[in-house]
């Protein structure tokens, strides 16, 4: 039963509604505010001086809460601050990037405190529980037909000079492909390549026949492109072998870059999408993804 359920989450936007339309509050971790009151608030943090004030709206909902999931991310401090004060709440923290992209769960213990990721081999050296990557049967399909043959939007994170030979085969075999890899902070830009909102980037999703996927090194669980494609039925390249142990695998749907004939690629993305059991995407909704979670 999901009961009285809120979430803290501070990542993409577009997804909010969708979260909210399946039944649960969705807060951002800290109120919105102006720069210069940003460096009050740093200031209120170094002096611990009411930190809590600078709270987002969830900290007036916890009284009426019985579970509340937080998207992990490298602060923890508000985390305490719900544990400490609220110690018959069941509080679900849940990584969906690595963990060495967050706080580790060793700076935190509390008993009524529970650490979840998406990342198999983070759960097991961090004695973590597994709850997959999710997505929404609920989102808008937009159809623009495919004149695009393979899309990637995503920033650089070290991986533009893999993507870039990737980019290479694929004018070599006269693929048709779509890259928008903008630069990590504090790189050179000299294309002024911007970040593109949510709802953009699937108006390019629907005009492609396939998504690549190219996982950061050491990361060992499935990304946002894998959801899209089964969802939106596009194909998928990749460079996870691990992908195959997955339930949704079907060749003829996923190449796996350094496993699969390269020089098959382009009869891999001109064959039509074999679609898989309703059944098998369904567990990947974001109300099958609060289920696991026993609520």
């Not at 009050?40 to 969830?58: D, V």
């Not at 950061?216 to 959801?227: E, I, V, W, Y």
């Not at 072998?241 to 098959?264: C, E, M, P, Q």
């Amino acid at each position: 039963m999901l009961g009285n359920t809120i979430l803290i989450y501070d990542s993409v936007s577009f997804f909010i509604p969708y979260m909210e339309a399946k039944g649960v509050k969705c807060f951002n971790s800290f109120k919105s505010i102006s720069k210069k009151m940003k460096i009050l608030r740093k200031m209120s943090f170094m002096l611990n001086i009411l930190p809590s004030q600078w709270y987002g709206e969830w900290k007036n909902n916890l009284n009426d809460a019985d579970t509340v999931i937080i998207f992990a991310s490298n602060r923890w401090d508000f985390i305490k601050y719900i544990c400490k004060n609220y110690p018959a709440l069941r509080v679900i923290v849940w990584y969906w990037n690595p963990i060495d992209k967050c706080f580790t769960p060793n700076v935190l213990k509390s008993k009524n405190l529970e650490y979840w990721s998406f990342d198999i081999k983070d759960c097991e050296k961090y004695q973590l529980k597994h709850n997959s990557t999710f997505y929404f049967d609920n989102i808008q399909k937009y159809n623009h037909g495919n004149d695009v043959g393979v899309l990637f939007v995503g920033a650089d994170k070290g991986r533009k000079t893999f993507l870039d030979k990737i980019e290479k085969q694929f004018d070599e075999r006269n693929i048709k492909s779509a890259f928008h890899i903008v630069p990590d902070r504090g790189a050179v830009n000299l294309g002024n390549i911007k970040p593109i909102d949510y709802e953009e980037y699937l108006k390019r999703v629907s005009r492609c026949s396939a998504l690549l996927d190219f996982l950061q090194k050491g990361q060992n669980g499935q990304t946002l492109r894998p959801m899209e494609a089964i969802f939106f039925q596009k194909k998928l390249i990749t460079n996870d072998k691990t992908i195959v142990s997955l339930n949704f695998y079907d060749s003829r749907n996923i190449f796996i870059i350094g496993k699969d004939d390269i020089n098959a690629l382009r009869e891999f993305i001109e064959s039509p999408y074999e679609k898989i059991s309703e059944k098998i995407v369904q567990q990947y909704d974001f109300s099958s993804w609060l289920k696991r979670f026993e609520l």
